[in-house]
Nanobody, 120 residues
């Protein structure tokens, strides 16, 4: 199971840190991901991290601004979001997958979303 938290309202240029608590991992949950979905848009990949090796991937639109990390001892996957823009406004979801993915169709388990709103 995945439980996301940490969303909120922030001004443009500000920062937020999202956290996803992970429980019940199986051998199919090799990669932990963050996705987001803005109103009227499809759910899109934001960042992913391999649970064991820690190798990370980012969508081009967040490179240099967002950082994903995982803490195996705490069983959490965090997304540090800096230099936020109004276009980052969306519901953010954590999701697990058995392999590296770029689309929501490849995800296995989903957490509930957490709203991030960036005001201009």
């Amino acid at each position: 199971q995945l439980q996301a938290s940490g969303g909120g309202l922030v001004q443009a240029g500000g920062s937020l840190r999202l956290s996803c608590a992970v429980s019940g991992l199986t051998t199919s949950d090799n990669v932990m991901n963050w996705f987001r979905q803005a109103p009227g848009k499809e759910r899109e990949f934001v960042a992913g991290v391999r649970w064991r090796e820690g190798k990370k991937r980012y969508a081009d639109f967040v490179k240099g601004r967002f950082a994903i990390s995982r803490d195996a001892s705490k069983k959490t996957v965090d997304l540090q979001m800096n230099s936020l823009k109004p276009e980052d406004t969306a519901v953010y979801f954590c999701a697990s997958s058995s392999e590296v993915i770029s689309s929501a169709a490849g995800a296995g388990s989903w957490g509930q979303g957490t709203q991030v709103t960036v005001s201009s």
